[in-house]
């Protein structure tokens, strides 16, 4: 899982650059249609929780505890939430929401891992 935590981790960082630009272009033209929706607004907070995630990645990719698989599981988890509730016609951001998901559910599954005894 360490070369999947570093790996995941620097996409995420580079990709939430991407996301960032792309949502303050869909913001600004929510606003100048006037149409009422948040899905610029929902992708700058998905590609800021997109670089926490990246962060908190690559920093516990050695770790032996728990924690940090947590903290990716909550961050990415509430990042793909907002992406996928939020997303509006911005489609965009339904697929940065499925990475965020599939970051979580990896998150998830090494928990799981790391609870069960190692056979000797």
């Known amino acids: ?14 990709l939430s650059v991407f996301v960032l630009f792309q949502s ?7 606003s100048l249609e006037n ?6 607004s929902a992708g700058v907070l998905v590609a800021i929780l997109l670089l926490a995630g990246g962060i ?12 940090g698989n947590i903290a ?10 907002l992406g996928f509730a939020l997303a509006g016609s ?3 951001l339904r697929i940065w929401a499925g990475w965020c998901l599939i970051c979580a559910v990896v998150a998830v599954i090494d928990i799981v891992r790391s609870r069960t005894p190692k056979a000797q």
């Open 24 to 30: 303050c272009a869909a913001g600004l033209s929510n």
């Open 90 to 92: 911005y489609s965009d």
């Open 35 to 40: 149409s009422g929706e948040v899905g610029g």
């Open 72 to 81: 990716l599981a909550v961050v990415f988890g509430l990042a793909a939430l």
């Open 1 to 14: 899982m360490k070369i999947w935590k570093l790996v995941s981790g620097i996409l995420s960082i580079v």
């Open 56 to 67: 908190v990645a690559i920093a516990v990719r050695n770790s032996q505890g728990r924690g």
